[in-house]
């Protein structure tokens, strides 16, 4: 059987067809965290764009390229996204995700060469 839609045919759905699609575009919740954040990187540099760029991107809290902040999921940060979306590279995390400014340092530090075993000092005192 062919339907007819504004002078085309086409073949009727698979049963259940709809159902598979919308289980396959709609995961459940308890399969992935819900995203709570923006994890916002600035990419480009701002040096040669006008004063109110500069201010979104300080409003923002970045001051420097590769620098990576996080911010809630608000209308006025999506808003200040939106204006210097050119410059920026933006993901959507969950709050698990979300690293303070002191985590990314530990995160980026290199790790020692050498452990200390001893120190000279505790054998002073």
Wanted: hydrophobic letters at 35%; proline letters at 5%.
């Amino acid at each position: 059987m062919a339907l007819r839609l504004a002078g085309a045919y086409t073949k009727p759905l698979a049963p259940n067809f709809s159902q598979r699609l919308q289980d396959l575009s709609h995961p459940s919740e308890s399969d992935s965290p819900k995203n709570t954040h923006f994890k916002i990187t600035l990419h480009r540099s701002a040096i040669s764009l006008g004063d109110r760029i500069k201010g979104t991107l300080e409003s923002l809290g970045i001051h420097r390229r590769f620098q990576t902040v996080y911010h809630r999921h608000t209308p006025e940060t999506a808003g200040k996204i939106l204006a210097v979306k050119e410059l920026v590279q933006v993901e959507n995390v969950p709050e698990h995700l979300v690293r303070t400014k002191q985590q990314q340092t530990l995160d980026r530090a290199a790790k020692r060469g050498y452990q200390v075993v001893r120190s000279r000092r505790e054998e002073i005192i």
